[in-house]
């Protein structure tokens, strides 16, 4: 199937760039070199006519955060929880912020927060439960802007990022992961995640240098 790519269809998706997820907050969910994918985020969102961002909004009291006795990854049960994780993305601490660099969220189109509640902790932008029915919005203000490609980057490339991938994907969009805005927190994991997201129909690249070739001179061949 080939699709020409006009700038007016294609959105720009930053996932969850806070820096909880970085060396800035050691203590949270630091994933190495987290904090420098600012410039290839906003050298994405360029080629864009939207610009999309989410961000994890957590309670320091939800039931998901791991102790000594339930430590991080081991299971638990819940709906819309599935493991635990280290207290992160506190909403008034260093780590909720978005990295310096990108924009403020009233200053993007679209913008989602999510994992609120403090018994639900979802990965994915796209909805706000485990079982992707509750939707946050986004596959709607894109369809709704007759976007048909988005570009995506962000934290983590192994969770929330892959996540998001798989959702814009099932909903039928060109999905483009830029790796140079990227960044994962285990080396097998993303490297999974990569190679799942590929196998799905996303198109990977390396970095932004990618996309002038791919949406500006080429039409996108989707192999169906």
């Not at 638990?76 to 969220?105: A, Q």
């Not at 983590?156 to 039928?172: E, H, I, R």
């Not at 198109?203 to 989707?222: G, R």
Request: proline share 6%; hydrophobic share 35%.
């Amino acid at each position: 199937m080939n699709i020409k790519a006009l700038k007016s269809q294609i959105a720009s998706l930053d996932v969850d760039a806070q820096y909880s997820f970085t060396p800035v907050c050691p203590n949270e969910l630091p994933i190495p070199s987290g904090h420098e994918i600012v410039d290839e985020l906003n050298r994405q969102a360029t080629f864009a006519t939207y610009r999309i961002g989410s961000k994890d909004a957590h309670s320091p009291k939800a039931k998901w955060v791991a102790t000594k006795e339930n430590p991080v990854l081991s299971k638990i049960e819940g709906k819309n929880i599935d493991v635990r994780w280290p207290e992160h993305c506190v909403p008034g601490t260093k780590g909720f912020e978005n990295l310096e660099g990108l924009p403020h969220p009233h200053d993007y189109d679209f913008y989602v927060w999510k994992g609120v509640e403090p018994d639900m902790h979802p990965y994915g932008a796209c909805y706000h439960d485990l079982q992707d029915k509750l939707s946050t919005g986004v596959i709607e203000f894109l369809h709704q802007k007759k976007v048909t490609t988005v570009i995506v980057g962000g934290l983590a490339t192994d969770y929330c990022l892959k996540n998001t991938v798989m959702q814009l994907l099932k909903a039928g969009f060109i999905t483009i992961v830029n790796l140079g805005a990227s960044r994962g927190l285990a080396p097998k994991t993303t490297r999974d995640a990569i190679e799942l997201m590929k196998q799905n129909g996303a198109i990977i690249i390396q970095s932004s240098a990618e996309l002038p070739t791919l949406l500006n001179n080429f039409e996108l061949t989707i192999a169906k």
